[in-house]
């Protein structure tokens, strides 16, 4: 499949059944919400980017994997060269949208899980790594924006996950059944969440082997059942609809973050790229702030 226009981009988030709340109310189209549309706009521009040859070698790069042109944030860093271009596409789109654009963490995921769950695979025998490949193929060749989601609203800081008062103050398996998870909690401060076609989670910070519910990481389309996500307010979000307002601030380009809840959200078994490993949580998190910096 060629690289997705951004028109082809907006269309395919208006087909996905998305939870979404904000002001207390549902949002029943967050593509055509005057509030919402301009941090979908944001998204947009890494697509439209993509699509002009000038922008060619930042924006897109050729999948090691596949050998097709692929998005630059669905892509793995092969060399120095992938890393300096990295943050020129970054610094691109700050420059054309002067907004965030949303898809960072989920490109920075992608480097920290695809390394780990090899690992994880050859200490404990499981298949995680061919997991995680399936959906970066499946990423790239459909040219996805995939949100990555590590942190947990978590509580008391001062005590791990599993000695917590409320126990889904961090995300963790509820269930554990012969196709696969349900997991339960939530993701807070998810920014583009709502502008995703898939959600990767991950663990917030290293577990103890008490922890073994919350060592969790995996990833579903953004509109499977049970996921519902709260729009989290920003001190400017209504100065678009004011009649007579002199000051709109940036009326075309914007960001906007979610609490993103799981509530008993089933996860397939191929979707799964850590169960109960704890020893790897750690590691998953060092790797994936090590690309974030």
Do not use: W
Request: proline share 5%; aromatic share 8%.
């Amino acid at each position: 499949m060629a690289l997705m226009t951004g028109e082809e981009y907006i269309e395919s988030i208006r087909k996905l059944d998305m939870q979404v709340f904000m002001f207390g109310e549902k949002v029943e189209n967050p593509v055509d919400n005057p509030i919402l549309r301009p941090s979908l706009n944001s998204v947009r521009m890494t697509y439209d980017l993509a699509q002009d040859p000038q922008y060619q070698d930042l924006m897109t790069a050729i999948s090691p994997e596949t050998g097709e042109r692929i998005n630059r944030f669905t892509h793995l860093h092969q060399s120095t060269t992938d890393l300096v271009n990295k943050v020129k596409m970054q610094r691109l789109l700050g420059q054309e949208t002067a907004s965030c654009f949303q898809r960072c963490v989920g490109m920075d995921a992608f480097n920290a899980i695809y390394s780990t769950t090899f690992e994880v695979d050859a200490a404990h025998g499981t298949h995680y790594f061919n997991n995680f490949k399936k959906l970066m193929f499946d990423a790239q060749t459909r040219d996805l924006t995939v949100d990555g989601a590590m942190t947990d609203p978590k509580g008391d800081r001062s005590k791990g996950p599993h000695a917590q008062e409320d126990p889904d103050l961090y995300l963790h398996v509820v269930e554990r059944r012969p196709d696969g998870i349900v997991v339960r909690g939530a993701k807070a401060h998810q920014t583009g969440a709502i502008n995703s076609h898939e959600i990767i989670v991950m663990p917030t910070s290293a577990m103890a082997p008490e922890d073994r519910d919350y060592a969790v990481a995996f990833a579903v389309p953004i509109d499977t059942p049970g996921i519902l996500m709260i729009i989290g307010r920003q001190s400017c979000d209504t100065r678009k609809l004011e009649e007579g307002t002199l000051d709109v601030g940036n009326s075309e380009f914007g960001g906007v973050e979610a609490l993103v809840v799981f509530d008993d959200v089933f996860v397939p078994n191929d979707r799964i790229f850590l169960n109960g490993e704890t020893e790897f949580a750690g590691l998953l998190v060092e790797r994936f702030a090590g690309y974030h910096r």
